[in-house]
Structures are given as C-alpha cells and as structure tokens.
C-alpha cells in the first residue's frame, strides 16, 4: 500500500504485482513529462517520456498514462523486480524552455 | 555508468574555503544543468546553460558562480558557503529545445563543515 507524510511517500508491492506510480503536475501549459528513477547514491536515470499529443506510451515493463484535464500522470511497472526499488520522479516541461520542474517523489519498495 | 561524468563524489569544505565541481559530457548536447538536491527531495533547478551561454539563473546566490568553459564542460566555483549549502549538487546535460530528456551524473556530494 501507499504511505504520505513527513517523509518521501512510500508504495510497497510484492514483487511480481503490478506497481502504479501517480504524479499531479502543476503547470497547465507543461507539453513534455518524463519519469526517472533515483537509486541510492547515484543521480536520476531517465525511463521513458511522453508529450501531450498522446495520452499513453509504453516502454519495455512501463507504461506512462497522461490524463491533461485533471493534470495527473502515472506510471505503471509490470511484473515488479526487486531492481526496481529506488525514489521514482516525474518531471514536466513546457517546449522551448529548459526549465524541468520535478513532482515531489515516491520510494517504491518491492517486498519478497 | 552515466554518460554525465562529475567530479569530485564527494567534498568536505569550511564556510571560508573556496572550492570547484566539476561536470563533463561528450554526448553533443548544447545545454547543461545545475541541479541541487536536499535529502528525500526533488531536484531544483539552479541554474541552465544553453550554446555555453547562461540562460537561466532561479535566483541562486551569489556564493554559487557557474562557469562553461566550454560545450562539453560545466563548474561550479563555491565560495563562503553555508551549513545549509549541503546537499547533493547534480549536473545534467541535453539536446536543444527543452522537450528533451536530461541525462544526469552521479552528483557531487557536498558538506559543509
């Protein structure tokens, strides 16, 4: 289940299960979003981006899904491994500037 | 390993010493990012360099000064920094445009003594 506080919100899945990441973004004119996952002690790596001309893009294991008209984006990571534990953030982004502003974060922990 | 290479991983400095991060990337992107990250927080944006130029600045301190040699390289020159400068400082790079994926290094993790 999810867990929201004073700290980084926390999902814990079983491995195996499906895991849904949800990101509300902020900016109505944001045209770009990506998803990173942070491991520890290393920087953001990029796992798969999608622009508001579509609403779902799916990768090898992801699938982002973006809904404009309430501003949410998730991202959902099929037959979870334990290597997918790590702070996973969506990012979104308006065409022709290089201003990236980054959701909050969610610590996904994958239990075995 | 990132194709976004910084320098040094870590780095312990007194309020009064002066001291560089350094960021290399070698894949042809013309815009680089520095990025400062607190414990269990996102990224923020400090500051974008666009054709070695800087095009964005959110309002950093003036303790912080960016450089870009050149277009493969980034600094960050820190001077007279504060306890609360200590955080995790990211250096990003990426093609044109915005609407463009960043590719992030490791980071440099700083403290501040």
């Known amino acids: 289940g999810e867990s929201v506080g004073l700290h980084l919100p926390t999902l814990s899945v079983q491995e195996g299960d499906n895991s849904i990441i949800n990101c509300a973004y902020s900016n109505s004119a944001s045209d770009y979003f990506i998803w990173y996952k942070q491991e520890s002690g290393k920087g953001p790596q990029f796992i798969i981006d999608?622009?508001?001309?579509?609403d779902k893009r799916q990768g090898q294991r992801v699938t982002v899904l973006l809904n404009k008209t309430v501003k949410h984006l998730s991202l959902q990571i099929a037959a979870t491994q334990p290597g997918d534990s790590a702070v996973y953030f969506c990012a979104e982004n308006t065409s022709g500037t290089y201003k990236y502003i980054f959701g909050t974060g969610t610590r996904l922990k994958v239990l075995a | 390993d990132t194709e976004v290479t910084q320098t040094p991983k870590h780095l312990v400095m007194g309020m009064t010493n002066k001291k560089s991060l350094k960021c290399e990337q070698h894949?042809?992107?013309?815009?680089m990012y520095w990025y400062k990250q607190k414990a269990k927080k996102p990224p923020e944006l400090m500051f974008v360099y666009s054709y070695e130029k800087l095009s964005i600045n959110e309002s950093v301190p003036s303790r912080f000064s960016p450089e870009c040699p050149n277009s493969s390289l980034l600094n960050l020159h820190l001077h007279a920094l504060q306890p609360e400068d200590s955080a995790l400082y990211l250096c990003?790079?990426?093609?044109?445009?915005?609407?463009?994926?960043?590719?992030f290094g490791d980071g440099t993790r700083l403290s501040i003594l």
């Open positions: 990003a790079s990426s093609q044109m445009g915005g609407d463009q994926p960043q590719h």
């Open positions: 894949m042809g992107h013309r815009a």
């Open positions: 999608i622009r508001s001309n579509m």
